[in-house]
């Protein structure tokens, strides 16, 4: 008995183990995918999309607290992959692995469903999980910024503002594309795959067009995003909110379509609000259309119960699964008597 509880114990080991780097070398891969693209404002550098965010915030949803070690450790590689270890580093390893956690604490008291299938679902994820959330980590790291004498306590607010908004669309783009990828059902069903097909297409023509133009039709995506929505629900919209936000922010980081000849505030600013409200649309939209999907296919069935029931009485029948009641027969029966 001593044997099979200690085998169990370091089978338990061994899974936490892995798990632990498997969630840190996905933080961590995020974060070097996240660090191919950025901006400076007011002396520092900052990402518009911070992807890890959203990677722990999927991990935790998903494996729950025990996620917690994996995110710090992915934070510690991520850190020391920018600069060497030092006082200041602590207080961002603490603020961008508490941050995660907050978001994830919030989203299960309020009852929050990793399919998205409701709107309160992705309202949770965009106010509790993408705002507020990210707010500790921001805070904390421009903080530490103003505290080490690398930021002035001039430029606080316009630093924090970047920071903040790049963890929240980590959180709002890249989180509900892990948790779609993790409830997906293999193989997928490709009824519509000539539809999807045409979509990708079209959206691969149109969104580098419109993001390195220099005549300013960023309003041009939404369509694409109002189609890949009611269309494929919440994948399709990320999918597309995911490719439209990379190729907006490779253009904003070259200076060029709509974002040249402008300052690197008016940059950050005119970037970020059109990530924001792209990434907003897509998410709360489908999970709108799925709601309400959901709810058709439920009073859908519903009537359908109804009309066999009804159907039951009118010959005269019990309601399937319920015995006649007592002094009720057949109509033949009846009649003979």
Same mark, same amino acid.
């Given at each position: 008995?001593?044997? !099979?509880?200690?085998?169990? *114990?370091?089978?338990?080991?061994? #899974?936490? #183990?892995?798990?632990?780097?498997?969630?840190?070398?996905?933080?961590?891969?995020?974060?070097?995918?996240?660090?191919?693209?950025n901006l400076v404002v007011e002396g520092a550098v900052f990402t518009p999309i911070w992807p890890p965010t959203g990677v722990a915030v999927a991990c935790l949803l998903v494996f729950g607290l025990r996620a917690w070690p994996g995110i710090a450790l992915g934070v510690l590689l991520v850190i020391m992959h920018l600069t060497s270890l030092s006082p200041e580093v602590l207080g961002n390893l603490a603020g961008n692995t508490a941050a995660p956690v907050c978001a994830y604490l919030m989203l299960r008291r309020v009852g929050f469903r990793t399919d998205l299938s409701?709107?309160?679902?992705?309202?949770?994820? +965009?106010?509790?999980?993408?705002?507020?959330?990210?707010?500790?980590?921001?805070? !904390?790291g421009v903080g530490m910024l103003v505290i080490t004498d690398h930021l002035t306590t001039g430029g606080f607010w316009s630093v924090w503002l970047a920071w903040w908004v790049g963890d929240a669309m980590g959180v709002?783009?890249?989180? %509900?594309?892990?948790?779609?990828?993790?409830?997906?059902r293999w193989p997928p069903n490709l009824s519509r795959w000539l539809e999807a097909t045409g979509l990708a297409v079209?959206?691969?023509? !149109? +969104?580098?067009? +419109?993001?390195?133009?220099t005549v300013s039709v960023l309003f041009l995506v939404y369509p694409l995003l109002i189609w890949a929505a009611l269309r494929f629900q919440l994948v399709g919209s990320m999918l597309c909110a995911l490719f439209t936000s990379v190729m907006a922010t490779v253009a904003a980081t070259d200076g060029a379509g709509p974002f040249r000849e402008l300052t690197r505030i008016e940059v950050m600013i005119k970037l970020q609000a059109f990530n924001g409200t792209m990434a907003l649309t897509a998410l709360l939209?489908?999970?709108?259309?799925?709601?309400?999907?959901?709810?058709?296919?439920?009073? *859908?069935?519903?009537?359908?119960? @109804?009309?066999? !029931? @009804?159907?039951?009485?009118?010959?005269?029948?019990? %309601?399937?699964?319920?015995p006649p009641r007592e002094g009720e027969g057949p109509r033949e029966e009846q009649a003979g008597r």
């Open positions: 008995m001593a044997g !099979v509880v200690g085998n169990e *114990e370091l089978r338990r080991t061994g #899974v936490f #183990v892995l798990r632990t780097l498997a969630v840190a070398a996905c933080y961590y891969a995020a974060g070097r995918l996240g660090l191919l693209r409701r709107l309160r679902d992705g309202l949770a994820l +965009v106010f509790l999980g993408a705002l507020t959330g990210m707010l500790i980590s921001a805070t !904390v709002l783009i890249v989180t %509900p594309l892990l948790l779609l990828l993790h409830a997906a079209f959206t691969c023509a !149109v +969104v580098p067009l +419109v993001t390195h133009s939209l489908s999970a709108v259309i799925t709601e309400q999907r959901n709810t058709r296919r439920s009073v *859908e069935a519903a009537c359908q119960e @109804l009309v066999e !029931v @009804l159907e039951h009485l009118t010959a005269g029948d019990a %309601p399937r699964g319920q």
